[in-house]
């Protein structure tokens, strides 16, 4: 669930895809007293059992389970989204097992797309991963030996709040100067080009034609990105690293000229550089890293945390 949109699949319990659908996030808005987003989730539940289970209602479906995903930060008992403070109104504290009659674990939505890439995705079969999003913002998750780092409040995996240039402004909306989202994401380009461009698509744009100044704005950023990628090599020494998001559509304009970064920078012991690789599920990541996440839910582990 995102801003904007809600993402549903349906898969089977070998992890095949069924169907899938799209609905309205509807941020703010009211329904008989409840979010409008709740409502729409529990809409489109039924539209995908009518199609693939006959009719039930999704609380006769013996054994089903239903995984979340949504911006946030996830309760250690995954049963709600701890804290998401100005946009999802009412998300904060929503049970979502009780308001669906079905399990239903709650991930951060960044979390949710790791799992998803390595489920059915670009890091197949990996053990240890690490994912960048790159769109208006910066996020990401780690996975390690197999296991995706969540943390002691479910901070893990904020990449994008990592400071590349520590003596840089405060401009992340954790107070992080010289944030690697501040040197590479969406919200910010017109600031970072003087109001020449306001979003990235249109600075790689004239990079690519050779315009001098978004040639100098883009290297910058990219050199920040792949000094990030190089840090978290170190850090998470994973066999791979999915990029994901909207920036990530741009081509060899990113990533040309991160290999050529990374050839710097990476520590490749017995010469052994790691895969940067793009994501493969694209907008329905998270979608399918929160039915992983369902499949592999069990609510007195949960409890346990």
């Known amino acids: 669930m995102g801003g904007t949109a809600i993402k549903a699949a349906a898969f089977s319990a070998a992890g095949t895809l069924l169907d899938r659908r799209t609905g309205p996030t509807s941020d703010g808005g009211m329904i008989g007293g409840l979010p409008a987003w709740a409502d729409s989730v529990r809409r489109l539940m039924g539209e995908l059992d009518e199609a693939q289970c006959r009719g039930l209602p999704h609380t006769a479906r013996a054994g089903a389970s239903v995984g979340i995903a949504t911006p946030g930060l996830a309760s250690r008992d995954q049963l709600s989204i701890a804290s998401m403070p100005n946009r999802l109104v009412g998300i904060e504290g929503f049970n979502w097992t009780q308001w669906l009659g079905v399990p239903a674990p709650v991930l951060n939505d960044a979390h949710a797309a790791l799992l998803g890439e390595v489920w059915h995705g670009a ?72 109001g020449r461009f306001l979003d990235s698509r249109s600075l790689v744009e004239a990079a690519t034609a050779g315009d001098r100044q978004a040639v100098a704005i883009w290297e910058k950023s990219i050199q920040a990105l792949g000094c990030a990628i190089g840090s978290f090599i170190n850090a998470f020494d994973p066999e791979i690293v999915v990029i994901g998001g909207g920036v990530a559509k741009a081509g060899n304009a990113l990533w040309k000229p991160l290999q050529r970064v990374l050839d710097e920078v990476e520590w490749r012991p017995y010469g052994t550089a790691v895969p940067i690789v793009p994501a493969e599920l694209g907008d329905w990541s998270g979608a399918y890293g929160a039915a992983y996440a369902a499949l592999q839910f069990s609510p007195s582990d949960a409890q346990r945390k």
Request: glycine fraction near 18%; charged fraction near 10%.
């Open 123 to 194: 890091a197949r079969g990996r053990s240890n991963v690490v994912m960048i999003t790159l769109g208006t913002g910066v996020g990401g998750a780690a996975m390690v030996d197999g296991r995706l780092l969540r943390g002691h409040l479910g901070r893990a995996g904020h990449l994008g709040h990592v400071t590349v240039a520590f003596n840089s402004p405060v401009a992340s909306i954790f107070g992080m100067p010289g944030a690697l989202e501040t040197a590479i994401g969406n919200y910010n380009v017109a600031q970072r080009s003087e």
